[in-house]
C-alpha cells in the first residue's frame, strides 16, 4: 500500500489538479493525506485533509507519515501532478529490499507558460551538469540525492531516520536522502516514475528559487557535507570566482584579458549550444540563454554565502 502525502501552505488552484490527478491514479491500493496550514473548503472525497498550521515542509510530511498507514510513503509538491501509472511503476522497484526510495524526472508541463516552460529548459540544459537529469528523462541510475517533488519512501526507512528535519527549508530533501543513505539504503532514480512539476516562471521567480536552493547548498557543503559535495554544486562558484579574479587581473596583464576574452567566448558558445539543444523557438532562446547566465550568477553567489553562514534562519 501507499500513502500519497502533500503537504502545502493552502488548498489553490495547482493544489486541487494535484488533487485531482492523485484520484485518478491507476493502482489498487492507496490513500492520498493533504496537509493545508488551516482547514480548507471544498469537495475532497476520498482524500485526507490534515490542517497543521504554519510549520516548515518537513514537519507537515513527519505528521503526514504518522497518519498515513501506507508501506510506502509517496511524497508530491502541490505544484506537481503524478503520472497515472506513477505508483505502478514504482512499486516493482521496492522488490529489491536494498532500495530505501525511488525518484524520477518532474517534468515541464506542456500547459505551462512560455516563461515557465523557459525555466524548465535551463533547469534541463547540460549546462546545470548531473541535475538536469531531475527534469527530463533518462536513464535507470542509483544516485545520492532527489527532490522531495517526487519521492517514494519506505516508511519504515523514514522511521528509522529520525523522520524529516524540520529546521531547513528548502533541502530537508537533501538531509533524508543523507540519512537514508547512511542507513545502507539505495535511493534510485527511475525514469517511468513520473509527475510534471510547474515551473518558477523566469526571471524574478525562478532567480528567487535559484537564490534558496544555492543558499542552503553552500550552507549544507560545509556543515553536512556528504550528497552537497559535489562539483555540480560548487562549479558555478568557481566559474564566478574565476571570471572576477581574470577581471581583476586584466587591469595589469595582458594575458589576463585574454584568458578572460577566451572564458567568456567558450561560455557564451556552450550556454547557446545548450539553449538550442532545448529549444528553438525564437520567442524562447533569448530568454533561456540569458536564464542560463543569469542562474548560473545567482546560484554561485548565493552559494558561497551559504559557505560563510554561520547558521540559516528557518
Not at 32 to 54: K, N, Y
Not at 61 to 88: E, H, K, M, T
Not at 178 to 201: M, N, Q, S, T, W
Request: proline content about 4%; overall charge neutral.
Amino acid at each position: 500500500m501507499f500513502s500519497v502525502i502533500i503537504p502545502c501552505r493552502e488548498i489553490d488552484e495547482y493544489e486541487k489538479e494535484c488533487i485531482e490527478h492523485c484520484k485518478q491514479l491507476d493502482y489498487g491500493t492507496y490513500e492520498t493525506i493533504v496537509l493545508p496550514d488551516a482547514c480548507a473548503s471544498g469537495d475532497f472525497e476520498g482524500v485526507r485533509v490534515v490542517p497543521t498550521g504554519v510549520i516548515t515542509p518537513g514537519a507537515k510530511r513527519n505528521i503526514g507519515v504518522d497518519r498515513s498507514n501506507g508501506d510506502v510513503c509517496a511524497f508530491i509538491d502541490s505544484d506537481a501532478y503524478p503520472q497515472p501509472d506513477w505508483l505502478g511503476n514504482a512499486v516493482k522497484y521496492f522488490d529489491d529490499p536494498a532500495v530505501g526510495a525511488i525518484g524520477g524526472p518532474n517534468l515541464t508541463p506542456e500547459s505551462d507558460g512560455i516563461r515557465q516552460k523557459a525555466s524548465g529548459y535551463v533547469t534541463s540544459s547540460f549546462m546545470v551538469g548531473g541535475l538536469s537529469t531531475r527534469y527530463r528523462h533518462g536513464a535507470l541510475r542509483e544516485v545520492d540525492d532527489t527532490p522531495s517533488c517526487n519521492f517514494l519512501v519506505r516508511r519504515s526507512v523514514i522511521k528509522k531516520t529520525g523522520g524529516w528535519n524540520e529546521r531547513y527549508w528548502p533541502g530537508e530533501d537533501t538531509l533524508m536522502c543523507l540519512e537514508i543513505r547512511k542507513l545502507g539504503y539505495k535511493i534510485l532514480e527511475a525514469d517511468d516514475v513520473v509527475v510534471y512539476h510547474r515551473r518558477r516562471p523566469l526571471f524574478v521567480e525562478h532567480l528567487t528559487q535559484v537564490s534558496r536552493f544555492g543558499l542552503h547548498r553552500g550552507f549544507f557543503a560545509k556543515k553536512f557535507g556528504g550528497n552537497s559535495m559535489h562539483l555540480t554544486y560548487f562549479a558555478p562558484s568557481i566559474w564566478l570566482v574565476v571570471l572576477i579574479v581574470l577581471a581583476a587581473l586584466s587591469l595589469a596583464f595582458g594575458v589576463a584579458t585574454y584568458l578572460l576574452e577566451v572564458t567568456l567566448v567558450i561560455y557564451i558558445i556552450a550556454s547557446l549550444l545548450a539553449t538550442l539543444l532545448e529549444t528553438r523557438s525564437m520567442r524562447t532562446v533569448p530568454m533561456v540563454w540569458m536564464g542560463i547566465w543569469l542562474t548560473h550568477l545567482t546560484y554561485g553567489t548565493f552559494f558561497i554565502a551559504g559557505l560563510l553562514k554561520r547558521e540559516l534562519q528557518r
